[in-house]
């Protein structure tokens, strides 16, 4: 039994081959057009990129050595403070030079390591609270975040010299070398004797 049966459609409904092909131009058109320039040919720039990524980073890394021709540089707790008057924010200690291994033919040397991320201060300092028989607390400040004098933030990678009114030199120095999202500075401390 054969229940076959044809459709016949309308001279109307039917469309040609070389109308079919005219539809997708248009779409293939009307979609390319839309596409936007930036993302069509592609022009990223990892130079701005970098720029960005480095500008609103507030991960910072202080590293360096501690030298002393007093006491033995590994093994000082180094308190970080927000202001020099503060409470500490954190401690760490330093370290010697050469992994686990003492300070070898008399040298004082330490090496310490300061990790702060999302840091909300403008300035770190860092205290070596004095032993109290051959040197007193000291405190070294590192600042983080640079401003012009009309209060806005300067870029990383700048070193300039600006004067305010009145004549006076500030040193902007924020070319922190930017690897892996995080700042590295390096700062190397003197233990001074007191006299």
């Known amino acids: 039994m054969d229940n076959r049966k044809k459709i016949l459609l309308g001279e109307k409904d039917i469309i040609s081959r070389d109308n079919e092909d005219m539809f997708i131009n248009i779409n293939l058109n009307k979609t390319f057009a839309e596409i936007r320039d930036e993302k069509f040919e592609n022009i990223f720039d990892v130079a701005k990129q ?3 990524e480095r500008n609103t980073s507030r991960n ?8 002393s021709t007093v006491v033995h540089s590994d093994g000082i707790a180094l308190n970080i403070l927000s202001s020099q008057t503060a ?5 760490v200690t330093s370290t010697p030079l050469v992994y686990n291994e003492v300070n070898a033919f008399g040298k004082k040397i330490g090496k310490y390591l300061i990790e702060f ?4 201060y403008e300035f770190l300092f860092i205290q070596i609270p004095g032993n109290g028989i051959n040197y007193s607390t000291q405190i070294f400040p590192q600042q983080l975040v640079f401003k012009d004098l009309e209060g806005n933030f300067i870029d990383y990678g700048t070193q300039t010299n600006e004067i305010d009114g009145d004549g006076n030199t500030i040193e902007v120095n924020n070319d922190f070398y930017f690897l892996y999202n995080k700042h590295w500075i390096k700062k190397d401390l003197l233990i001074k004797r007191d006299l």
């Open 117 to 120: 991320d999302y840091c909300p």
């Open 50 to 52: 970098y720029e960005k």
């Open 87 to 91: 409470a500490p924010l954190f401690q």
């Open 60 to 67: 910072f890394r202080i590293y360096g050595t501690i030298s």
